[in-house]
Every structure is written in structure tokens, then in C-alpha cells.
């Protein structure tokens, strides 16, 4: 017999049991460790943690594991995790301007001091099937012939302390100067977003936003939906060190390196009576590798600043309570996927709404006014 | 909501894999706390709180689930229920949980629970004073489909500026003779907020009205909890001329033959046949098992349907 009336307890049971099953697949195959989806699956794990808002690659990589793979289901257990974690420390601002880049590209010039530095990237490649891919144990020989053959020791190669493109922009007054807010940034883990809300806490919420929304967002303002004139300034992406300040020590202490991505945009001109023109920034920042994340996030960093600058705001991407409010896949898949729980009662209602409308619809003929077709919106849309 | 309740609550009693007592540490109880403090103190306001991710996903309760966290005791009495019935799987699921990282009794008498945790419905069985009803709330803005945005509702909330609403419901007449709200029917609190009462259906509306257990509405990933205190007024938007009214069924319950409760309707074949059974699941059972009802299905149907 249906679920609802018994059955729920055991039913739950048996799903968790089928599913465990699934995850591990024909155990005729080797399982995957968490170690291997953390060197092998980098760029999986690298989305994880920024969009769980942890650095932790081996747990990231746990979460991929018990995901199935399955990121946003990756992202959410990472949550879950980060929400009983006390806070220990706030570390001081990390200055990617110190970053030990593994790559660093300009479009916006030639040649930067520090020079362009490709790194590792999947831009150039013709994306063909490598299909000696497909071979078992694939050619380890062949990996070891690539590092072998580059001039210098390529992987682990780092360029220290390239000077910021921006920076020398600022320096001549032809940009505007990020301007440091001075209070301590909100932690939108702890307190409700509060609208409007400022740049510090809409770029937290964007970096914990959903890569595939902002990559669309950030389309849209290209395709003129809140066009804002972008050039890719810098996107550097490596290492950098993260102090504490502990109270008993007074000084900082290095605790440790984490790989980040950064993305400055250059954006639009603006200027008035008073003042000259300048071009204006969009930023993106993200753990690990995560270009195309980083970039959108810039993107619409910069269109949400409209108001700022006092454009037009008539797009999606420019309107905050728009974007905050729905760029967090947690939230979004949270909402669409509870539609899959029951509904009986909201249903019965309905119905019974619906039977009463069309009964005296029969009954009145077309005296009564006619039910319109928008019936079923009007009163679904309370759903939930 | 009880101080000497919560003495029971601290870090020792913690529960197993090294969570704290319901899950949430001390701190974000105590966040919790305050805002339900003022929730109740406003009755309808939406107090914004600082909602946190928990390891349910959102939508499916996680709002309730932190009140519920912030109020539990260790010797309360835990009752979960979606939908009227207690054994649902979410309901199961959030039962679990509880069961889990509290270890409190549960229970399905709703008689019996001092902590009634709900997902659409309010049970059949009058509440008592002294227990708590936690209402979960997936969208707390009750103008949020009139206007889409968060700063012109607040605006609207404190300005009284409830007339859109009645325009609304006015539309509602005018196109289909009724107000075509059948669940979520938005209510005015203490004369003062409007409200939405969470996808209750508008069938338990008057419950609301003064009763004299204690109503908390936790909505997490909009991040809002709101309050009815016992016996206050809860009153359903409606017109003189076109006065509120709750769903009637021209069926009993197939079961236990009720003819005041809530009616789930349940397709049992392809032919239409229907049967229409208690949603909530412990009145029904209550019934059938106090002397004098009888089942009015056939024996046949209710024995599948028990089944």
C-alpha cells in the first residue's frame, strides 16, 4: 500500500542500502580512494571547497567520493561539516599580491612585468578523446616523458611576487583604487543577509555561489543584459600564506599556504563634471583552480555595482536581491528538490477548491464570471 | 521556550560522534533563543536570524529543525509529523535526526508530545497549554508574491501597508466567485502582522485563533523565525460580504469515519475509485482504536489500506 500511511521507516532504510550499494558500483573494480579523487579529480575538488567555503582538499575529496560525484551533493555535505566548526581565529587578509603564481595571464597587455605565465590549463587544447586514456594504468612512461622533456621543471614552477597589472594602472589614476572597507568583513554564515547588502558580503556570497548560475549571469551581461565592458585586467592563480594575528602574540603567524584563484576585471569608465574619467573593477576570488568561476564572479561583482556608479539597472545580473538570493546551490537545490516531498495536503485542497469552481462554473453557465486559465498560478504559487 | 527546561541542555550531554546536544553548539542556540524571544515578544514579525546549514537540505525543514533544536529539552516529548502523518519519510527522517543527536523520547500521540514538530499541517487534536508547535516555513513572507523584493515587504510590513493583499484576495472574487487561496491563507496576527501561516490548509486556520499551546515558524533558508503566543488572535483575511470559510467533504473517513478532520484523498485505482482517509494519522488511529467507531469502508479496503 502506499507510502504515506506506513512504511516510511522502512522504506528510508532500504534507499540508504540501494544507494551504498550504487556508490561503490561492480566491485569487480578497484574502490577509488580519497586520495586519488584528490590528485586525480583536482578541479572537482577545487569547486567543492570553494562553493563549501572549506579548504580542506581531503575532505572536499571525501565528499566527491560519497557523492557519487555529484559536486552540488559534494558541496552541501561540505556545508553541513562547516557548520559545526568552531571559530578559532579570523586570519588577516591574504595578499595575493605576494602569491606564489603558478599562472598569471593579462589580456590587457602584451607584456607585463613578471610575464605571462600559462601554467596549467585546458585553453589550448584541441578537446579531442584522448583515447590512451582509455588503456588501463595509462602510460605512466608517457606522463614521465612530459615533465621530462619541458626546459624548465615545469609542475612546481613558480613565479614569486609578480607586481599586479591593476596596480600600475592606479598608479597613473586611470583606473579606480580598490578601496579597502575598513570594518571587519560580516560572515553571511552567521548573520542573515541583509539588503542592500555591501561589497564585502555580496562577493562572500558570490564566492559560495553556484559556478553554473554566475557563468550564465555573467553571459548575460556580455550579450548586453547589463553590458559593463570587460577586460580580463589579470587572473593569477597560486599559492598564498595565511597569517593570524594571535592576541597573546601580537604579531602575525604563518599558518599554512592555500592555492586561490583571482581575477581582476577591468571594467567600463565612468566619470562626471567633478571627476575624470577612470575605469572601474569587478573582482573574483576562489580556491584552488577555478578560472571560470573567478571570471564570472567578476563579472557580475562589477554589474552589481550599477548603483554605485548610477547606470541603468534593469538586468537580472545588476539586481542584488535577484542574484544573492538565488546563487546559492544549496538554497536552489535545496527548494526545487523538496517539491519530491509530499504535497497531499496543499494537493487536497486544491482540488477540492477546484471541483467546488467548476462545479458552479457548470451549474451558472457563463453568468459567472470564467474561470481563467491562470487559475491553477494564482493558486499554486503558494505552493511549497 | 522554557528556562528550566533548557538546564538539562549543555555540551555533556552531548550526543554520540561528538555533536553537541540537537545537533547546533550553545552559541547558535542561544542566537536561536533570542530571536524566538523576540518572535514572540512581535507576534507575526519576521525575525531575520542567523540560519545555519544544516545537514538536512533546505526546503525540507531545516528552518523548523533549528527552532526545534533551540527549544528541545532532554526530557521533552518529541511528535514529527508532514502532512498530518507521522510516519512520511521526511517526517521519519527529521525524527531520526532527533532521535539521534537528542535521544528524547517521541512519540505519535499528539496528546502526549510537549514538542510537536509540523510540515503543513496542525493536528486535529486540540493542543494543550504547555506544548509547542514548530511550524516549518518554506517561503515566510506572506506579500512575497505580490512583491518579489525583500526591502520593499519589509517596508510594507512596517507601513501596515496590507491593502495589496485584500486587492488579492478582491481579484480572487472577481475571477472564480471565491478566494482562491486553499492553503497558505494569509492571517493577521494580534491585529497587527500580517502572516503567512505556513502551506497549512486554510481547513486549520481557526486552530490558530487563541490557542493555548505556544506557535514558532522557522523558516532557514530564508533565514526568518516568527511567533504566535499562546491565546492570541489569529485572524483569516477575508470580507463581510464574503466571509472565510474552511474545506468540507461530502466523505467521512474511509477508516475511522470522521466527518470534522482534514481528508487526504487516495487514488485506488485506475477507474476512479477513491478513498478518502484522515490525513492526520493519529486522530484517525485514535479513533479506530476508542470504543463505538466503526470503519464505514468496506472491510476490505480498510484492511488495504492499514495494510
Known amino acids: ?384 | 521556550m522554557n528556562a528550566d527546561r533548557h538546564e538539562h541542555v549543555s555540551s555533556e550531554a552531548a550526543s554520540p560522534e561528538g555533536y553537541n546536544f540537537a545537533y547546533l553548539d550553545e552559541q547558535t542556540k542561544r542566537m536561536l533563543r533570542r530571536a524566538l524571544l523576540k518572535a514572540v515578544a512581535v507576534p507575526g514579525y519576521q525575525v531575520p536570524f542567523g540560519g545555519r546549514e544544516m545537514p538536512l537540505p533546505y526546503g525540507w525543514g531545516t528552518g523548523g529543525i533549528q527552532v526545534t533544536a533551540a527549544v528541545i529539552g532532554s526530557d521533552d516529548v518529541l511528535k514529527v509529523i508532514d502532512q498530518g502523518a507521522d510516519d512520511t519519510t521526511n517526517a521519519v527522517s527529521i525524527r531520526r535526526f532527533f532521535v539521534t543527536t537528542t535521544g528524547v523520547d517521541t512519540t505519535e500521540k499528539t496528546c502526549d508530545a510537549t514538542v510537536i514538530q509540523t510540515r503543513h499541517r496542525i493536528p486535529e487534536t486540540p493542543l494543550s497549554e504547555g506544548q509547542i508547535l514548530v511550524y516549518q516555513v518554506p517561503i515566510p513572507e506572506p506579500l512575497r508574491f505580490i512583491e518579489p523584493s525583500e526591502t520593499e515587504t519589509r517596508k510594507m510590513h512596517a507601513l501596515q501597508e496590507y491593502g495589496v493583499m485584500h486587492v488579492k484576495l478582491y481579484e480572487d472574487i472577481a475571477h472564480f466567485g471565491h478566494i482562491a487561496t486553499a492553503y497558505a491563507y494569509p492571517v493577521k496576527v494580534n491585529g497587527r502582522y500580517v502572516m503567512d501561516p505556513s502551506p497549512i490548509p486554510k481547513f486549520d486556520n481557526p486552530k490558530m485563533h487563541q490557542s493555548p499551546a505556544l506557535q514558532l515558524f522557522g523558516a532557514g533558508r530564508e533565514k526568518r523565525i516568527y511567533a504566535v503566543p499562546p491565546f492570541t488572535d489569529v485572524e483569516s483575511l477575508d470580507f463581510e460580504d464574503y466571509p472565510f470559510e474552511i474545506q468540507s467533504w461530502d466523505h467521512h473517513c474511509d477508516i475511522c469515519g470522521a466527518s470534522e478532520s482534514f481528508l487526504d484523498e487516495v487514488v485506488t485505482d485506475d477507474q476512479g475509485g477513491r478513498l478518502f482517509v484522515c490525513s492526520d494519522t493519529d486522530y484517525c488511529r485514535t479513533r479506530v482504536e476508542a470504543e463505538g467507531v466503526q470503519a464505514v469502508a468496506s472491510p476490505a479496503k480498510t484492511q488495504e489500506v492499514l495494510s
Open chain 1, 1 to 384: 500500500m502506499y507510502v504515506a500511511v506506513k512504511g516510511g521507516e522502512k522504506a528510508i532504510d532500504h534507499a540508504h542500502n540501494l544507494l551504498a550499494r550504487r556508490r561503490r558500483g561492480d566491485t569487480r573494480q578497484a574502490a577509488l580512494s580519497v586520495a586519488q579523487i584528490r590528485e586525480q579529480m583536482k578541479l572537482a575538488v577545487d569547486r567543492v571547497m570553494t562553493e563549501g567555503s572549506v579548504y580542506d582538499p581531503e575532505l572536499a575529496a571525501l565528499a566527491v567520493k560519497q557523492a557519487s560525484g555529484d559536486l552540488m551533493e559534494a558541496i552541501f555535505l561540505l556545508r553541513a561539516y562547516r557548520t559545526t566548526l568552531p571559530r578559532l581565529a579570523v586570519t588577516s587578509p591574504v595578499n595575493t599580491g605576494d602569491m606564489l603564481v603558478q599562472r598569471r595571464i593579462s589580456a590587457t597587455f602584451k607584456d607585463v612585468p613578471g610575464g605571462q605565465v600559462l601554467g596549467s590549463t585546458y585553453d589550448y587544447t584541441h578537446r579531442l578523446l584522448d583515447f590512451k586514456l582509455l588503456a588501463e594504468g595509462e602510460a605512466e612512461s608517457d606522463v614521465a616523458e612530459r615533465a621530462s622533456s619541458e626546459e624548465p621543471a615545469a609542475a612546481d614552477e613558480s613565479v614569486a611576487r609578480c607586481p599586479r597589472v591593476l596596480e600600475m594602472l592606479n598608479s597613473e589614476g586611470l583606473i579606480e583604487s580598490a578601496k579597502p572597507e575598513n570594518e571587519q568583513p560580516g560572515d553571511l554564515t552567521r548573520e542573515p543577509l541583509d539588503y542592500p547588502a555591501d561589497r564585502a558580503t555580496r562577493l562572500q556570497a558570490l564566492a559560495r555561489g553556484d559556478e553554473g548560475f554566475l557563468l550564465a549571469l555573467a553571459y548575460s551581461t556580455q550579450r548586453g543584459y547589463g553590458r559593463n565592458h570587460p577586460f580580463a585586467g589579470e587572473i593569477r592563480q597560486g599559492y598564498v600564506a595565511v597569517e593570524i594575528v594571535p592576541e597573546e602574540l601580537g604579531f602575525a603567524i604563518d599558518i599554512g599556504d592555500i592555492e586561490l584563484t583571482e581575477c581582476e576585471m577591468i571594467n567600463q569608465f565612468v566619470g562626471s563634471k567633478d571627476r575624470a574619467p577612470q575605469f572601474t573593477r569587478g573582482y573574483g576570488l576562489g580556491f584552488g583552480q577555478c578560472e571560470r568561476k573567478a571570471m564570472a564572479m567578476a563579472l557580475v561583482d562589477r554589474s552589481l555595482r550599477a548603483a554605485e556608479f548610477d547606470e541603468e539597472r534593469d538586468s537580472p545580473a545588476q539586481n542584488e536581491e535577484f542574484v544573492l538570493s538565488h546563487c546559492d546551490n544549496v538554497e536552489s537545490n535545496g527548494f526545487v528538490s523538496h517539491l519530491k516531498l509530499p504535497h497531499y495536503v496543499d494537493f487536497q485542497s486544491e482540488l477540492e477548491l477546484l471541483r467546488k469552481l467548476r462545479k458552479e462554473f457548470e451549474e451558472h453557465g457563463s453568468n459567472r464570471p470564467a474561470a481563467k486559465t491562470n487559475a491553477a498560478t494564482t493558486a499554486t504559487e503558494v505552493t511549497s
